[in-house]
């Protein structure tokens, strides 16, 4: 499973942004979907994540601002960002926990490999 981001990029303060994460492959079922940023010289941030049946959860900074949605027809998961500050710039990473169903089932994560926000003030 591979997954490939983009919708990254330069955004005034309070602008928006919708990000896509696609996943490719054959054979797989995805479970959760989630969203990281990456700040450099900061810890890895956890900003929105989505199971396969639709439950949301987001990290205090982004809630009412950040919306993460799925189409499980297409493989791809969204970041919807909206009132965006200074402080959301960052690398933002998806991820996904998949299982694989073949002669043998196998489970494991794929990241993509992350797309630029950033935020002028």
């Known amino acids: 499973v591979q997954l490939q981001a983009s919708g990254g990029g330069l955004v005034q303060r309070g602008g928006s942004l919708r990000l896509s994460c696609a996943a490719s492959?054959?054979?797989?079922?995805?479970?959760?979907m989630n969203w990281h940023r990456q700040v450099p010289g900061k810890q890895r941030e956890l900003v929105a994540g989505i199971t396969s049946g639709g439950s949301t959860t987001y990290a205090d900074s982004v809630k009412g601002r950040f919306t993460v949605f799925r189409d499980n027809a297409k493989n791809t998961v969204y970041l919807q960002m909206t009132s965006l500050k200074p402080e959301d710039t960052a690398v933002y990473l998806c991820?996904?926990?998949?299982?694989?169903?073949?002669?043998?089932?196998?489970?494991?994560?794929?990241w993509g490999q992350g797309t630029q926000v950033t935020v002028s003030s």
């Open positions: 991820e996904t926990d998949y299982i694989i169903y073949g002669d043998t089932i196998v489970a494991g994560r794929a």
């Open positions: 492959g054959s054979g797989f079922r995805l479970d959760t």
